[in-house]
């Protein structure tokens, strides 16, 4: 399993870079976790957009489907010129928003709505949901294929339950939105401390910590988590890749 940081900001994208975005890769098969906004732009140094096998979103607020529009213009104009699809895109999403119906785009893309009751394949890969602590419907993801597993938290304020879902992860995608000391529980986003708190908890392996802030000086995350986690902590950024 391969995973590309394609965008790692909360809220908006930084100068040049892009909001939530991350790729996965297994076996020949691509997956595209959420779609923020600039991410379409940054795929394209790593994937044509045709060639993604699905997609599938934690939530419906801008910095994670902003591209979701310009995705489907892009298949659509690829339809037109080289048309290499011959299938709709699946996208797939939660049914807790309005926006779901969005995904489905003419013969383009196709909305397929996850149960987060239950798990899910896609391709090689096997995933499960847990609901997190955030003002809108929001889910993590835990991800397997080829006996390695990721675990993403998607956006969410310290949920202890996280550290149980996360347990034994290969990579843990953390949200670390704030900085030690701040309130996350009024904005449903955690504190670099708090991220490092899960993945000692869920003894992982990897931390990588997203959906940075565009405040402070962000290398002060990855010190404050590592006060509380043991293992290896990562910032991410843009085309950052872990091989497993």
Not at 174 to 190: K, P, R, T
Request: negative net charge.
């Amino acid at each position: 399993m391969n995973i590309t940081v394609i965008g790692c900001w909360g809220g908006f994208p930084k100068v040049n870079e892009a909001s939530s975005g991350y790729l996965i890769e297994e076996d020949g098969f691509t997956l595209l976790i959420d779609c923020g906004s600039g991410v379409l732009s940054k795929l394209q140094n790593h994937t044509k957009p045709a060639g993604l096998g699905a997609v599938i979103l934690s939530h419906y607020h801008a910095d994670h489907i902003a591209d979701i529009g310009v995705l489907q213009y892009a298949l659509l104009i690829d339809s037109f010129t080289e048309k290499t699809r011959d299938q709709p895109l699946a996208i797939y999403g939660h049914q807790e928003d309005s926006k779901f119906q969005t995904l489905t785009y003419k013969n383009i893309t196709t909305g397929i709505a996850y149960d987060p009751d239950r798990s899910l394949s896609i391709g090689p890969f096997i995933i499960t949901f847990m609901k997190t602590n955030h003002p809108a419907p929001c889910y993590a993801m835990r991800i397997s294929a080829g006996g390695h597993t990721i675990v993403y938290t998607a956006d969410t304020s310290f949920k202890k339950e996280m550290g149980e879902f996360a347990e034994g992860a290969d990579v843990l995608l953390a949200e670390s939105n704030l900085y030690q000391g701040m309130d996350g529980l009024s904005v449903g986003h955690m504190t670099s401390e708090e991220a490092g708190i899960v993945a000692q908890m869920a003894g992982v392996r990897t931390l990588v910590l997203t959906h940075l802030p565009h405040f402070g000086d962000i290398e002060r995350l990855k010190e404050e988590a590592a006060k509380q986690f043991d293992g290896t902590v990562v910032l991410a950024r843009e085309n950052l890749e872990i091989g497993l």
